[in-house]
């Protein structure tokens, strides 16, 4: 009886964890149709400076759009893209992409607007990357320094010494590099200062409490004081209400992004913010940030 028992459990096991397999085949066969199909399309999310209430630039996140499902969120993509090797095309696309982007903003008398690319960790194994953006760069024309390339604190952590040549690399071409999602893993600033990196960006985890956890409050305040020390840029992340604004101003935090301004949005919307002009809340901004 026990045995039928167990037995029964082992049978609806796999059912389950067929089920779970054939989800994932399912998701990845979509994957490469969506690459060829082209169903991937970038979204904007601005970065506002804390001194003038502008926006210096623009985030560009991957989305894509599934003929069933809808907008399907990256957190659940990128992996599987990652795993299947998949990434290193998409990713050249997103490179191509978003320079294209950039570069007719700057058309469009935007002159002064960065953008950035977030890459992973295959990309940075790939061969290719290098030349990847030296291409998107020619083919737009989109001067070097407008480029902003973003890699998370863990990845690179993982392979410090082999990054040290590829970033050393991607700087000489006169791209900028930033720290991601900082303060999630284990380095400090004094480590990553081998690296050639322009900005840190503090990771919203820090940036959500640091109006109500006084820790958090001295945890960003501390990097912000270390970031600048090393000639760092400093960007807060998942930046949501007046409260953290103010005290990301008053600590002398480089730029800011979250909802606040705005959530990722399609480049035509985009293009209407920058229109729109200051985003900075009005007390702010009367409060001696000084404008341009
Ligand atoms: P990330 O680079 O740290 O991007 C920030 C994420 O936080 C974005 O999520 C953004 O929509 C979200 N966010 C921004 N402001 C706020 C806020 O105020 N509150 C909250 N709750 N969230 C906020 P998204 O677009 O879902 O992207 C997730 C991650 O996927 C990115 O994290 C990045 O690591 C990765 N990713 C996105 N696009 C690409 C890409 O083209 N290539 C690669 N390799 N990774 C990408
Ligand atoms: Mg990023
Ligand atoms: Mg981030
Ligand atoms: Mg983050």
């Known amino acids: 009886r026990a045995k039928e028992l167990g037995r029964n459990n082992f049978q609806f096991f796999t059912a389950a964890m067929n089920a779970r397999v054939k989800e994932q085949l399912q998701l990845e066969t979509d994957l490469r149709r969506a690459v060829q199909r082209q169903e991937f399309i970038l979204h904007f999310q601005p970065k506002v400076s804390c001194s003038h209430g502008g926006i210096t630039g623009f985030e560009a ?25 998949l990434i290193v095309p998409v990713g050249t696309w997103v490179l191509q992409q978003a320079c294209q982007q950039a570069a007719a903003w700057h058309l469009a008398g935007h002159g002064q607007l960065t953008v950035a690319v977030n890459l992973s960790a295959r990309q940075l194994q790939s061969e290719a990357l290098v030349q990847d953006v030296r291409q998107a760069l020619e083919d737009s024309g989109l001067p070097p320094q407008a480029l902003e ?23 000489a071409m006169g791209v900028q590099l930033s720290v991601d999602d900082f303060g999630t893993g284990y ?27 006084p820790g958090d409050a001295s945890i960003t305040r501390a990097v912000i004081t270390m970031a600048h020390n090393l000639r760092l840029k400093v960007v807060a992340e998942g930046v949501e209400t007046e409260g953290q604004i103010a005290l990301l101003v008053a600590n002398h ?10 959530r990722p949005v399609p480049a035509p919307e985009a293009l209407a913010l920058l229109d729109k002009g200051r985003v900075l809340p009005g007390r702010l901004r009367a409060r001696g940030a000084q404008v341009p």
């Open 149 to 171: 390339l973003e890699l998370t604190e863990s990845l690179l952590m993982s392979h410090v010494e082999d990054n040290i040549a590829l970033l050393n690399r991607l700087k």
């Open 253 to 262: 935090c480089d730029e800011m992004q979250g909802y606040y301004f705005s």
């Open 187 to 213: 380095s400090s600033l004094a480590y990553l200062k081998r690296l050639p990196l322009d900005t840190v960006k503090v990771d919203r985890a820090f940036v959500q409490d640091i109006t109500a956890d």
């Open 61 to 85: 996140l991957l989305r894509w759009q599934h003929p069933v499902r809808g907008l399907v969120s990256p957190m659940e993509f990128i992996p599987l893209l990652e795993e299947t090797g």
